[in-house]
DNA sequence: CTGAATATTCCGCTCATCAACATGTCGTCT
DNA sequence: AGACGACATGTTGATGAGCGGAATATTCAG
């Protein structure tokens, strides 16, 4: 059974938002999402392995075949259109619940599209 | 361990929202994450419970006084003012994660703040 | 009284995360 | 050449969050 549902955990939004940017390896992916997320998710080797893993196979996420322009090697990944699919249901769910939190006063009014596109 | 951090659990910020708006008890609780969540969330009474007692003992809520204007028993809980604080970060944090979405087409546009606000 | 809804506690399970270890490659400094 | 740190990919064992259901009471409606 690799029916994926909601939520998703913080982890498996910030790899599918980094991969949904760019082709990356898992090594990148670790440091993309450190900084992606300002430092508060910061998952060991252990940790973003076995989330990748998760992620394939539950078929969010498949093996890509940019090779590294300096060489390098390293197994890359890129998002599924199942997981753009998840993706877009999960970012909906969490607009919700930041209404929500504005209506209560526990956020920031909405601001237009960001300018983290770098 | 009571250090408690970002990013919060889909559930804890539900109950903290929810509790956010009214004093409740934890079988209202249970039933008012739910609707808030449109389904997407739907905990067990082991799951609510055990939630519960674990932001009270972070000290993110309290135990509440407010009896029920129909006299049934049930202890109520509020939200503490650190349980403010944290809300509000985390809300911060959804908002960036959300903006990362919008910039690479994965969210809908902002819209101001919705109408449940009570 | 009986049964449904309310309200809470306890137990066993799974799964995500974490810290640490293991292995190997590549570039650079000495 | 040898050593070292950054890059890169894993495994393993423990912990803790969350899940689901059984058990326990109380209260209200029929």
Redesign the interface.
């Known amino acids: 059974m690799s029916a994926q549902e909601?939520?998703l955990t913080?982890l498996s939004?910030?790899i599918l938002?980094a991969l949904?940017?760019e082709e990356l390896h898992g090594y990148a992916l670790m440091q993309e999402v450190e900084v992606?997320?300002?430092g508060?998710?910061a998952p060991g080797t252990g940790t973003l392995y076995s989330a990748l893993m998760r992620l394939l196979d539950d078929g969010l996420i498949e093996e890509g075949d940019a090779p590294r322009p300096d060489g390098r090697r390293g197994r890359s990944y890129r998002i599924s259109s199942q997981g753009?699919e998840l993706?877009?249901a999960e970012?909906?769910?969490?607009?919700?619940?930041?209404?929500?939190?504005?209506?209560?006063g526990?956020?920031?009014?909405?601001?237009?599209?960001?300018g983290?596109?770098s």
């Open positions: 909601l939520p913080p939004t910030a938002l949904a940017k992606q997320s300002a508060v998710l753009r993706l877009r970012a909906e769910r969490l607009d919700r619940v930041l209404a929500l939190a504005r209506a209560r526990f956020a920031p009014e909405p601001r237009p599209a960001a983290s596109g």
